[in-house]
């Protein structure tokens, strides 16, 4: 999060008073592989601190984590949002999803429920099923998700080929 948080910051600023690009990028670049070798000892610092920690502490230093990381994603698909042909909008809020359920769904609350564990593989195999049969059948559909989520149509049209 500091890192997304500093490349962007310092990408701004070097948008707003570089005028060489070339010179930007290798800056930019350069700031990054610094910063991300930095960071990583800081983080490394950091889990061995937490390592000592009591576990409820534990658990709210990585819940202030994760609502930061999801606040950070929430803030790039703001700026991100509005500009014209960058689908980063639509694929943020799948990230955002995606780790929202799988948040809950990971509670030791669920692990333990049976029924969940039993039929959660065949309910995944069903709604994948239903979901690419819609999709093979409905021209229209795949034209939808082509234009609003790309990747989301590069994986569909890897599993199920448009029909000829």
Known sequence: MLELGLLSVFGGVLRAKT???GLAGVTFA???VVS???LALLA???MRVLRQLDSPLRRVVFGVAGVAAFLSLVLVGVRTGRAPNLHTAAALVDVLALGVVSTIVSARSFARL???AIAGVPLAAGVLLAGLSLFHTNPELRREVRQSAPIHAWIADA??????
Not at 159 to 164: D, G, S
């Open 114 to 116: 049976r029924p969940f």
């Open 44 to 46: 490394a610092r950091g």
């Open 30 to 32: 350069i700031f990054a």
């Open 36 to 38: 991300g070798i930095a």
């Open 19 to 21: 005028h060489h690009h």
């Open 159 to 164: 599993i199920l080929p448009e029909p000829r």
